[in-house]
C-alpha cells in the first residue's frame, strides 16, 4: 500500500519556501493532514497552472529522500519527475 508519511508540516514549509523564493504564486489545498490528497496549485510566468502533489513512498529514490514531489501541467502535457521542493520550483520557473 502506498503512504505518504514523507510529506511532513516541514515539508510542506520548505516546498512553500521554494516555490516564494522562485516567484511562483502558489496556493496549497489545506490538506496537509491527509497528504494523499494533498496538491499545490502553482502559476508560472506564462499564466500556466501546474499541480505538485507528494510522490508515494514506491517514487521515492532510496538515494535520495528529499525528493517527494512531483509537479504536471496540463497544458504542457508534461510530469516532472519526483523532485526535491528547490528542483521542483526551480524546474517549474525553468519552463519556456
Not at 510522490?55 to 497544458?75: D, E, L, V, Y
Amino acid at each position: 500500500m502506498a503512504t505518504f508519511t514523507h510529506a511532513t508540516p516541514k515539508r510542506c514549509a520548505e516546498l512553500g519556501s521554494a516555490l516564494t523564493a522562485a516567484g511562483l504564486t502558489w496556493s496549497d489545498n489545506g490538506r496537509q493532514d491527509k497528504p494523499q490528497y494533498l496538491t499545490y496549485t502553482v502559476t508560472d510566468a506564462h499564466g500556466r497552472t501546474w499541480a505538485i502533489s507528494p510522490a508515494t513512498n514506491f517514487q521515492i529514490p532510496a538515494t535520495s529522500s528529499a525528493r517527494i514531489w512531483q509537479a504536471s501541467c496540463a497544458a504542457l502535457a508534461t510530469t516532472t519527475p519526483v523532485l526535491s521542493a528547490a528542483k521542483v520550483a526551480e524546474q517549474i520557473k525553468a519552463t519556456a
